[in-house]
Nanobody
Framework: QVQLEESGGGLAQPGGSLRLSCAAS????????MAWYRQTPGKQRELVAI???????NYSDSVKDRFTISRSTAKSTVYLQMSSLKPEDTAVYYC?????????????????WGQGTQVTVSS
């Protein structure tokens, strides 16, 4: 069973920075697509950033040029460096690991979530 544990959330001032970490059990980082999502009350969880097995990164328009996703396979950890934070970045941030494998014509999907870490941006 894959376990993901987020850390690094907290209170930051507008314009400030935070770095989130997602520690993964097993050989997940580098073998799964890893992503950060966020969710605010009453809204759907939204994709913030993703790093694929091949190392390609993508970001939502709202965080592009401000957030950076990276990974360390040696530490089995994925990071989200958040800079120039805005009050609208306030949310619970979740780490996700996803793997889709097709075997004998059948698509199997393995999808895991962490418990989330609160990020609050306020003066």
């Amino acid at each position: 069973q894959v376990q993901l544990e987020e850390s690094g959330g907290g209170l930051a001032q507008p314009g400030g920075s935070l770095r989130l970490s997602c520690a993964a059990s097993g050989r997940v980082v580098g073998n799964y697509d890893m992503a950060w999502y966020r969710q605010t009350p009453g809204k759907q969880r939204e994709l913030v950033a993703i790093i694929t097995v091949g190392g390609t990164t993508n970001y939502s328009d709202s965080v592009k040029d401000r957030f950076t996703i990276s990974r360390s396979t040696a530490k089995s950890t994925v990071y989200l460096q958040m800079s120039s934070l805005k009050p609208e970045d306030t949310a619970v941030y979740y780490c996700n690991a996803n793997l889709r494998v097709r075997r004998a014509g059948i698509l199997n999907e393995y999808d895991y979530w962490g418990q989330g870490t609160q990020v609050t941006v306020s003066s």
